[in-house]
């Protein structure tokens, strides 16, 4: 199970905002690009005002702006005709370079481990990697959980927040990324699985 299941609803509620951008010439690979940006800015702001946790703040905000962000370039792009296989290569390489900027100041930040951070870091690229790998067997692009992208963003948004009103946070939360990185490599199989399994049913 992941919150990629609620899509459909989110998509929903943003649909008259993409009309409106879509009329006013935004295209899916300009938001994807500005998303992208933005989220190295944020996590290397963040990075650079430690030992000050208060601006992960800004991690739970922007997660939530990049989420509705994602939803939108890909409605751009399946309702306004603006597919592109440079429109592919932006959002999956966007994706990846986000997570990568934003989970990276945790491993500054105490009590979690710069190396359990980094595992995790590891892990959602395979993660996301083991979802495009489903496009080459033949099957469709896996987004399978339990630590999908949109997971990982309500996890490192919470952590944020925590960070931002209660640092230092108590040692008990560093188990948080051992966490996190066992549901990712769950979701490495699953994705595997489901694709192997997608494809043998076709």
């Known amino acids: 199970m992941s919150i990629y299941a609620l899509k459909p609803r989110f998509q929903a509620l943003l649909r008259p905002l ?21 989220s190295v800015v944020v996590g290397a702001y963040v990075a650079w005002r430690l030992p000050d946790a208060r601006a992960f703040a800004l ?22 005709g603006q597919q592109s296989r ?3 290569y932006l959002n999956e390489l966007g994706d990846v370079i986000s997570d990568i900027a934003l989970f990276a100041p945790f491993a500054l930040l105490p009590p979690f481990s710069p190396l359990w951070t980094g595992a995790v870091i590891v892990l959602a690229v395979v ?30 948004g919470a952590l944020g927040l925590a960070a931002s009103v209660a640092s230092p946070l ?33």
């Open 170 to 202: 108590p040692d008990w939360t560093s188990v948080a990324m051992p966490a996190v990185a066992g549901a990712l490599v769950v979701t490495v199989v699953n994705r595997v699985r489901g694709g192997l399994r997608e494809r043998k049913q076709r």
């Open 86 to 88: 440079l429109g592919a």
């Open 127 to 156: 993660s996301e990697y083991a979802g495009v790998l489903g496009l080459l067997v033949g099957a469709s692009r896996r987004y399978d959980g339990p630590m999908g992208k949109s997971d990982r963003a309500v996890v490192f």
């Open 59 to 80: 991690i739970p905000l922007w997660m939530a702006a990049r989420m509705a962000l994602n939803a939108i370039d890909g409605m751009l792009a399946r309702e306004f």
């Open 18 to 38: 993409v009309g409106v951008l879509a009329r006013a010439g935004v295209t899916a690979n300009q938001v994807t690009i500005f998303a992208t940006i933005v």
